[in-house]
Each structure stands twice: as structure tokens, then as C-alpha cells.
């Protein structure tokens, strides 16, 4: 991207098309009804890049509420960011949490614990949590251990994050908690042995 540009194609979708991660380049007509509103746009300044999601519902009800403590919890995990904390433990926090909201919403009948440890939660947050932020939309370093280079691993279960290092001054990263409603991945909960309990 150029410092004058968008650091990355808005993604823009409306309905169930909000479910699909990085829908780009899926023109639709627009449905009869919108009842949901998803945006992932950037800005640029300065050659820097930036990255913002946000989900919007049009009326009261579950999914309203669920999009109300999504944003509580995103906002909790940015009151946590510091220099010395191990980011691979705010993506395991986030998903304890998500845990809370989907046994509190009676989504899921399991405690958050549980969820997490028998990756039902990854099931509705596939992704990572975030990711530093810099010339790049998703900029380099976010596995290196050192100046000299090596990989820090990522937690066992959690393949997508992106970012796994301890946080240093200067780091400029994304808080991307994510709740998802995926039929592929909810088909693939409905035949383990914890479908009884979503």
C-alpha cells in the first residue's frame, strides 16, 4: 500500500456473508433485508497501516447482545496490553472468556475451562487474536525470538495466531476477538462428542 491508500481491500458484508473470514471479491446483490452489518477497514498514514472490525445488528435480540459483549471483551483485552506480556496468553485469555460468553448466552452448556480445553471455543474463534501492526497490515516479527532470528511457537491447538512474542515499547498490534457461526466448522462440532452440549 502507498502512504496515500487503504492498507487492504474493505471487506464489507451484510447477513450470513459476515461469517465467511476475509470476504473479498464476493459481489452479491444486496438481500431484500439487511439484519447484520460487518466492516473490516483500514487506513493509511504515513506508510502506516491500520485494521478495525466491527459487526452491527439491526435489531435487539441475541445476536445483538452477543456483538455487545464481543465488544466488552475486545475492550477488556486492550486494558490488558503492556510491555512484558506474553501475547500467546492474551490469545488464551480471550478464548477463556469467549468461553464465558457462549456458556452465559446458552450457546454452549460447558464451562469455559472445558471449551477451551477441548477446542470448542476454537470452533467460533478460528483465528488468532491479532497481530502486530505496522508498514504491513500484518507486519513481520511476530514469531522471532530474538535479533537473531528463531521462531517463539504458538500455543499447542492454536495454529492461526500470528503473533507470539512478549510485547516490548513500540509494538502497534490488533485485538481481533472473534465470534463465529460457521456451518463447516459447526458441522464438524455436531459429530464429535461434545455435541451434546452446543
Known amino acids: 500500500h502507498t502512504d496515500h491508500g487503504l492498507p487492504y481491500a474493505n471487506i464489507v458484508a451484510l447477513n450470513e456473508h459476515g461469517a465467511i473470514l476475509h470476504y473479498h471479491h464476493k459481489p452479491a446483490p444486496r438481500p431484500d433485508e ?5 466492516i473490516d477497514a483500514g487506513g493509511s498514514e504515513a506508510g502506516y497501516g ?11 435480540g441475541l ?3 452477543l456483538i455487545g459483549q464481543m ?12 510491555a512484558g506480556l506474553d501475547y500467546r496468553e492474551l490469545h488464551l485469555q480471550c478464548h477463556h472468556r469467549l468461553g464465558g460468553i457462549l456458556q ?13 480445553e ?4 476454537s470452533v467460533f474463534f478460528p483465528h488468532g487474536l491479532g497481530h502486530f501492526l505496522g508498514l504491513q497490515v500484518h507486519d513481520v516479527g511476530g514469531f522471532q525470538r530474538d535479533d537473531r532470528g528463531g521462531d517463539i511457537p504458538k500455543p499447542a491447538g492454536h495454529p492461526y495466531l500470528r503473533l507470539t512474542r512478549t510485547l516490548e515499547p513500540g509494538h502497534v498490534v490488533t485485538i ?4 463465529y457461526f ?4 459447526l458441522a464438524r462440532l455436531r459429530d464429535s462428542a461434545d455435541a451434546a452440549n452446543v
Open 71 to 82: 465488544d466488552e471483551l475486545q475492550q477488556g483485552l486492550v486494558a490488558e496490553v503492556r
Open 34 to 38: 439487511s439484519r447484520s452489518f460487518l
Open 63 to 65: 445476536f445483538a447482545d
Open 104 to 116: 452465559r448466552s446458552g450457546i454452549v452448556n460447558m464451562s469455559a475451562e472445558a471449551q477451551v
Open 118 to 121: 477441548r477446542g470448542v471455543t
Open 182 to 185: 460457521i456451518p463447516m466448522l
Open 176 to 179: 481481533e476477538p472473534g465470534l
Open 50 to 60: 491500520s485494521d478495525i472490525t466491527r459487526s452491527y445488528a439491526r435489531d435487539p
